[in-house]
Each structure stands twice: as structure tokens, then as C-alpha cells.
């Protein structure tokens, strides 16, 4: 389709030398991220629900935000390498209004962006150093789910499958231990997530 970029997956690692940037400030943020298609959202809603404060996710907030204005899902994705900087931009906007010591769950947090960038062919290391402003508490990352559209995101098994791969390699990268959520019924991906902040001494159930 005209307007409709096409992924190039590229394999660039991170900077060695980059990556032994200090963190600036330690936060008592917990990140909830996984490839497109994992059911984050959903589990996303449910700690809402169950009356935890959540940071949107960049991406999503971005394109939604561009769809109010009357832009078309292919306007918002033909310039590909704008788009991109836009959502690492929003993202960074979101974390730096955050206060470190709250307790916050992060719809995805800047990390993520590293594997985008990847997606279409665009350097993650033009802003690794952003990734050291925030060290995050914890990092818990969805098992992939059988795909569904929605109209927002480009979804198919490749890319599903290179953005699970590349967000958990640049997180270990980053010095993160990850907490990896399994398939299971939302609930039950609930209670897992809640257990393992318990047994952290995280939160008090």
C-alpha cells in the first residue's frame, strides 16, 4: 500500500562503550513490556483496575494523538524515520514528568524504542545514552500471544518475533535482570506480576 513503510530489520548491536554509561537516578518504576501482540495491554488495564498508577506507552500515545488531529493511520506512518524519533521523543517526555521514587507501572519505557529503530533499519545507539537517565526497579516481559490487528501497529510473525527478541537482548544488555511473564489467562498474568512485586518486598499485598 502507498504511505505504507516496510520493515528492514537490521541487527545493529549497542555500543559496548555506550553501555557503560552510569545511571543517573534510580526510579521505583517497574516496566511492563513484551513484542506487539502480547497481551501488555490488557494486562496493562487489569493493574489499573486494580489501582496501581500506570504511564502510557509513548507509541500508542503518539498515534493516537495524531489520529485526533485527522491524520489517517498511512500519513501518520509515511515518514518512518520521523515517526520513530516522535515516539522515542514521547516517551522521554512521559518518564521525565514521572517523580523517580513513585511506585509506577511504565507501559513500555525508552529501552523499547532501541528494537523500533532496529525495525526500520535506523541506529539504536543514536540515543543510548538516554537509557541511562532512569535505572527502572524492575523489567517484566511478555511471552508472545497469537496475533490480532488493531489498526495502530505493523503486526505480523517476523516483527513479532524480532521485537521479542531484541527488547529482551537490550535490556539484558543494560545490566536488567527480566521478569518473564508466561501465556496464561489475564488474571492469572495479574496475579503472577503482583506475586512477583511481593515477593520483592515491592508492594504489600
Known amino acids: 500500500m502507498t504511505g505504507t513503510p516496510q520493515p528492514t530489520f537490521n541487527t545493529l548491536a549497542l ?22 501482540s502480547c497481551g501488555k495491554t490488557t494486562l496493562i488495564n487489569l493493574l489499573a483496575e486494580a489501582g496501581f498508577r500506570i504511564a502510557p506507552e509513548g507509541a500508542r500515545l503518539y498515534l493516537e494523538q495524531e489520529l485526533a488531529k485527522g491524520q489517517t493511520i498511512e500519513q501518520v506512518r509515511s515518514d518512518i524515520i520521523h515517526l520513530q524519533c516522535c515516539i522515542k521523543d514521547k516517551q522521554l517526555e512521559i518518564e521525565h514528568a514521572l517523580p523517580a521514587n513513585e511506585f509506577i507501572l ?10 523500533w529503530y ?6 539504536p545507539n543514536e540515543f543510548l545514552q538516554n537509557c541511562f537517565h532512569y535505572r527502572y526497579a524492575s523489567i517484566f516481559m ?5 496475533l490480532a490487528q488493531n489498526g495502530l501497529r505493523f503486526k505480523d ?9 531484541w527488547h529482551t537482548r537490550d535490556y539484558l544488555a543494560l545490566g536488567y535482570p527480566i521478569i518473564r511473564v508466561p501465556v496464561m489467562p489475564p488474571e492469572e498474568r495479574l496475579s503472577f506480576v503482583l506475586q512477583a512485586l511481593t515477593e520483592r518486598g515491592l508492594i504489600m499485598r
Open 15 to 36: 555500543d559496548s562503550g555506550l553501555l557503560a554509561t552510569p545511571f543517573r537516578i534510580q526510579t521505583n518504576w517497574h516496566v511492563i513490556t513484551g513484542a506487539p
Open 106 to 115: 511504565l507501559d513500555r519505557a525508552i529501552p523499547d524504542c532501541l528494537a
Open 118 to 123: 532496529r525495525v526500520f533499519g535506523m541506529n
Open 142 to 146: 511478555l511471552d508472545r500471544l497469537p
Open 157 to 165: 510473525e517476523t516483527l513479532q518475533s524480532f521485537t521479542h527478541e
